[in-house]
């Protein structure tokens, strides 16, 4: 900042100069109202409300009592379900978190080794279905559990089953679908960061790397591009955590909210489950106040794991 | 990839330039290298193209094709007849053109504002030191993890407060201040010389006048960066949880239900699949030659 030399020092004299500056800026904050008039309303106050409305008994019809402590007591201490459900979210989000970041990584790495038609081509191929999600319940019906459904149709026809599988139904099928089907859709936005990402690099520096002796893919991999690649990494890192918190979003449209004995419920159905379906707003809200945290902190984690090539 | 480019010295002189462009890039890289590489990608392409490649062939299919087993990959004798069931369909009085017409009309919307309120903020953010600028820089950043999927079921609550539900504001107003946008839209207006601004500004210009003529005409990348992103957000947004009335649903909604009669309707549900992914990759494909060069200034610095 600019200003920063000229702030006087004495305290009464900084908020005059900050009024003064506010007023000579009035055209940036008329600029930047309209954003920020929809984005506090839709997505800051609906995060910031959830912790206080957490400690109510809101119903949606009548007016919230404060209950205290005691959503998060149920919550952690009562709630068999909510166990699961973070059982199941952990299980997919090291799927669809760290498994899906990382390959999303070696693909775009890998597209970026190509001819450039290719290059286009492939980078197509694998947005397409990020680009398509409203189109995911199309799985439900290569999933279908009888033997018109796809993959039980193959796999009956080469007689690898003899009947067909339940696989949305099954609860020794149903999270590892989900995951798949998790994963066909996560190649996204992140991706396209770090494809670019790559393209972004100096071609000089694998010159000289080539000439300080750097022998392979890998070394040029691991010596040059990863450590140039930092705020690119973290972006994509960024919304990738988002995506492996939402799980459940894509497990709900396939199996229907709870799936079969909770066997995908997962934080955000439960969520959902009590938000949604039972009007249960006040627990639903302590179970999204858990969830944002969470979040906040695996961010606040990644950031400083990533934070040495950042700078 | 640089074999075959010594090879090809040995024998003729060519384009020396394009050569050097290329040995630049693939100094480590072997043809056995690229081969493998090619496979790898093009099995694991086939997982991603492969349930819209099905939904594209069903939807052509014939009611006799549908049912044979097992499902073949191609169709023998292709027909339009799911695409004209999808229009009878239609639940009750509505026509299934109106669920398309409300879709396109919402994503439209939806897109104009979107690059509108996010090319005034983005100029703002990323050009103009003011009191409070770089507190909203790290919310903004911050708040890339709160995508609408995370924090809808408070958004409900926020907009039944409101009294949003069943109205089709509520399609609409909440997918506009997306801070992905505002964020991709901030990082490439900062790559603009401040000295294009400066002059403006002597010249007597105003904010406004500055980012519409001076700063969004270069900012195009962007911009069609944007209009992607937009689109497609609002095309897939699956508005069911908010909007009962038919007259206001959306297609993203409709497929649901459709597919929800399961294996009988597939013929029905594939065509509507299709109908809904064609225009988000038809607007990518125009478009994505931009999306490289904006997503390049994505990083995140501290």
């Not at chain 1, 839709?42 to 404060?66: C, E, R, Y």
């Not at chain 2, 909604?253 to 594939?270: D, E, K, L, Y």
């Amino acid at each position: 900042m600019s200003t920063n030399d000229k702030v006087p020092a004495n305290k009464q004299g900084y908020w005059k100069y900050t009024f003064h500056m506010m007023r000579m800026n009035a055209g940036a904050y008329g600029m930047l109202a309209p954003f920020m008039i929809l984005f506090i309303v839709f997505l800051v106050i609906p995060v910031l409300l959830s912790l206080p409305i957490g400690f109510t008994n809101f119903d949606m019809a009548h007016f919230p009592k404060f209950v205290g402590m005691s959503n998060f007591y149920t919550l952690f201490l009562n709630d068999d379900v909510f166990m699961i459900a973070i059982k199941n979210t952990l299980i997919m989000a090291v799927f669809t978190g760290p498994l899906s970041y990382v390959l999303s990584f070696i693909l775009a790495w890998l597209i970026n080794e190509m001819h450039p038609f290719l290059k286009t081509f492939f980078t197509f191929v694998f947005y397409a279905p990020s680009m398509t999600t409203s189109v995911y319940i199309i799985w439900q019906l290569l999933l279908s559990g009888d033997s018109y459904g796809y993959f039980n149709a193959v796999l009956l026809d080469l007689g690898i089953l003899n009947t067909p599988v339940q696989w949305l139904t099954d609860t020794k099928y149903i999270l590892i679908m989900v995951i798949i089907v998790q994963l066909w859709i996560s190649m996204g936005a992140g991706f396209l960061a770090l494809r670019a990402g790559f393209q972004n690099i100096d071609p000089s520096m694998y010159e000289a790397g080539a000439i300080e002796g750097i022998k392979n893919r890998w070394q040029e991999l691991f010596l040059i591009t990863v450590p140039s690649m930092g705020p690119q990494l973290l972006f994509a890192a960024v919304l990738q955590i988002s995506g492996m918190f939402t799980v459940g979003i894509v497990g709900q449209s396939l199996l229907g909210i709870p799936s079969t004995d909770y066997s995908a419920h997962t934080v955000m159905n439960h969520a959902t489950f009590f938000g949604w379906i039972k009007y249960e707003m006040g627990y639903a809200s302590a179970i999204c106040f858990v969830l944002f945290a969470a979040m906040l902190i695996v961010n606040h984690f990644i950031t400083k794991l990533l934070s040495k090539y950042t700078d | 990839m640089a074999s075959v480019a010594r090879t090809t010295r040995r024998k003729h002189t060519v384009d020396i330039e394009k050569l050097k462009v290329k040995k630049k890039r693939k100094i480590n890289a072997s043809l056995g290298g690229n081969i493998g590489i090619f496979i790898f990608l093009s099995l694991f392409g086939i997982f991603m193209v492969f349930p819209l490649y099905y939904a594209f062939i069903q939807s052509f299919k014939p009611v006799e094709e549908l049912f044979v087993f097992p499902p073949k990959l191609y169709v023998l004798s292709p027909t339009f007849r799911n695409f004209s069931d999808m229009f009878k369909v239609a639940s009750g009085m509505i026509p299934l053109s109106r669920y398309i017409f409300n879709s396109f009309f919402v994503t439209i919307v939806v897109t104009v504002f979107n690059v509108f309120v996010c090319c005034c903020a983005g100029f703002v953010l990323a050009k103009i030191k003011f009191p409070g600028s770089k507190v909203i820089n790290q919310i903004i950043v911050i708040s890339l993890l709160f995508t609408s999927s995370v924090t809808w079921i408070m958004q409900f609550l926020v907009m039944s407060t409101l009294s949003l539900i069943d109205n089709p504001l509520a399609l609409i107003l909440p997918n506009i201040a997306t801070s992905l946008g505002l964020f991709l839209m901030r990082q490439s207006m900062s790559t603009i010389h401040d000295s294009m601004i400066e002059a403006a500004k002597v010249d007597g210009a105003g904010l406004f006048r500055i980012c519409w003529t001076i700063v969004v005409p270069n900012s195009k990348p962007a911009i069609m960066t944007l209009i992607i992103f937009a689109f497609q957000n609002s095309w897939n947004f699956n508005g069911g949880s908010i909007i009962y009335s038919e007259q206001w649903k959306t297609l993203p909604t409709i497929m649901q239900q459709i597919s929800a009669a399961g294996i009988a309707r597939q013929g029905v549900t594939f065509a509507t699949a299709v109908v809904l992914m064609i225009p988000p990759l038809i607007v990518f494909l125009i478009a994505q030659s931009n999306v490289m060069e904006t997503m390049a200034n994505s990083g995140i610095k501290d």
